[in-house]
């Protein structure tokens, strides 16, 4: 099944916490999009971290913070499902 929409659209949603990824769902995926989608998080990860947020500002660094551990997540569980199935990532 290919990517419905844009992936980086895909990995900022995931950023924002309104998309999760798991083994079952990504069973659907061929191995090029999870290639794309892992490319596609690795951008968003580094336009979240390029974000220049004062460091008065606690709120939004919660909010950079936690968009950047959901980020790690998503690419976290999408290694561990291609090490288990023995897909070459």
Known sequence: MAIAGSPKKMAQDVAD???MFS???LRA???ADIKTLLASLA???REIR???IPL???PALKTRNMKLTR???AETVIRAYC???RLPI
């Open 17 to 19: 916490g309104f998309l």
């Open 23 to 25: 083994p079952p769902m």
């Open 43 to 45: 951008l968003v990860t």
């Open 56 to 58: 008065d500002d606690i």
């Open 50 to 52: 390029q974000e220049q």
């Open 71 to 73: 980020l790690n997540q």
């Open 29 to 31: 995926y061929t191995l």
């Open 83 to 85: 090490q288990k199935k």
